[in-house]
């Protein structure tokens, strides 16, 4: 799977949106961006992916570049329950679940 | 929909002592498992995939006899530290995949302390 990088940390005023960006340079053609995030001490929660068209759902929008380089997490209106690690990850989509491997992720705080 | 259980939430054994952590996913057939570990300030590394019926397929690196898991059926994967010493003191993810859907969906977690 292509490797990602993203920033260590991140803060975030409450209400207002909060950019995650992702650096993935080395993505292959069959590869899609997924997002997780993980509050602390729970398990991994599933937000968005996409392959190469803008992404939106009721969490989140996902923004990935033209040559799907890079990326960018938007949750538009952040609360205090986003605060939480945001994982940046990518791989093939196999048609069914397969092992995703993390990274070191984003540390988002959102704040008063 | 798409509910992931663990059982214990937390565990607290001896070292020597074997310790059995379960997944469930609820309301829906998992047709594979994932375990994974995550160590304190760390990330997630994943331990082993596990499809039911089959026989665990383990990451370089993780001891297969030493953490045994079993998937017995299409609802419930087991993990069973054995043997355990302090350094197994982690925080036990479950995640589950069904057929033709490419999410998984993770269970809150296991925290085994081992004193």
């Known amino acids: 799977d292509a490797k990602t990088t993203q920033p260590t940390s991140m803060d975030c005023a409450e209400g207002r949106a909060a950019n995650l960006p992702c650096n993935h340079s080395?993505?292959?053609?069959?590869?899609?961006v997924y997002w997780y995030r993980q509050i602390h001490s729970q398990g991994p929660q599933y937000i968005i992916h996409g392959l190469k068209n803008n992404e939106t759902n009721e969490m989140a929008s996902l923004i990935i570049t033209e040559d799907r380089k890079s990326s960018t997490l938007i949750l538009p209106h952040a609360t205090l329950r986003d605060t939480a690690v945001y994982y940046c990850?990518?791989?093939?989509?196999?048609?069914?679940?397969?092992?995703?491997?993390f990274g070191t992720g984003t540390r988002l705080q959102v704040t008063l | 929909g798409a509910v992931v259980s663990q059982h214990p939430s937390w565990v607290i054994c001896k070292s020597g002592t074997s310790v059995k952590i379960e997944c469930r996913s609820l309301?829906?057939?998992?047709?594979?498992m994932f375990w994974y570990r995550q160590f304190p300030k760390q990330s997630l590394m994943l331990m082993a995939t596990s499809n039911e019926g089959s026989k665990a397929t383990y990451e370089q690196g993780v001891e297969k006899d030493k953490f045994l898991i079993n998937h017995a059926s299409l609802t419930l994967s087991t993990l069973t530290v054995t043997s355990a010493h302090p350094e197994d003191s982690s925080f036990y993810i479950c995640?589950?995949?069904?057929?033709?859907?490419?999410?998984?969906?993770f269970g809150p977690g296991t925290r085994l302390t081992v004193t």
């Open positions: 990850i990518v791989r093939p989509y196999t048609g069914t679940a397969s092992k995703l491997t």
């Open positions: 995640s589950a995949g069904r057929l033709a859907v490419y999410e998984q969906y």
């Open positions: 309301d829906f057939q998992a047709t594979t």
């Open positions: 080395t993505i292959s053609g069959n590869e899609y």
